[in-house]
């Protein structure tokens, strides 16, 4: 059974760096490993958007317009981790993040991932 368990967050002022990773357990070999890792973001009362995803073999990397340039998405299939380095972070930023896996053709929809963790806060404050 694949679990995603989630790491880091927290809370920073405006302008600073945090990371949140994520390990993946469960996989039963590499033709079961999803085919993309993303980490995605809500806020109360909003739906969940797709900040980054990175493909598990292409290496291939997809970003959200209002992160690029701010966040890097860091895959390590020996590992079965994803990271997410969030540089320059604004109080718009501030929501619970999670990491997901799947199979998909949409990197950055929600509704192609099947595999989902509980999620680690951040804070970003003005």
């Known amino acids: 059974r694949v679990r995603l368990v989630e790491s880091g967050g927290g809370s920073v002022q405006a302008g600073g760096s945090l990371n949140v990773s994520c390990l993946a357990t469960?996989?039963?070999?590499?033709?079961?490993?999803?085919?993309?890792m993303a980490w995605f973001r809500q806020v109360p009362g909003k739906e969940r958007e797709g900040v980054a995803a990175?493909?598990?073999?292409?290496?291939?990397?997809h970003y959200a317009d209002s992160v690029k340039g701010r966040f890097t998405i860091s895959l390590d299939n020996a590992k079965n981790t994803v990271v997410l380095l969030m540089d320059t972070l604004k109080p718009e930023d501030t929501g619970m993040y999670y990491c997901?896996?799947?199979?998909?053709?949409?990197?950055?929809?929600?509704?192609?991932?099947?595999?989902w963790g509980q999620g680690t806060q951040v804070t970003v404050s003005s």
């Open positions: 990175a493909a598990s073999r292409a290496g291939t990397t």
């Open positions: 997901a896996a799947g199979w998909v053709r949409d990197p950055l929809s929600r509704l192609d991932y099947t595999y």
């Open positions: 469960g996989y039963d070999g590499s033709f079961s490993r999803p085919n993309y």
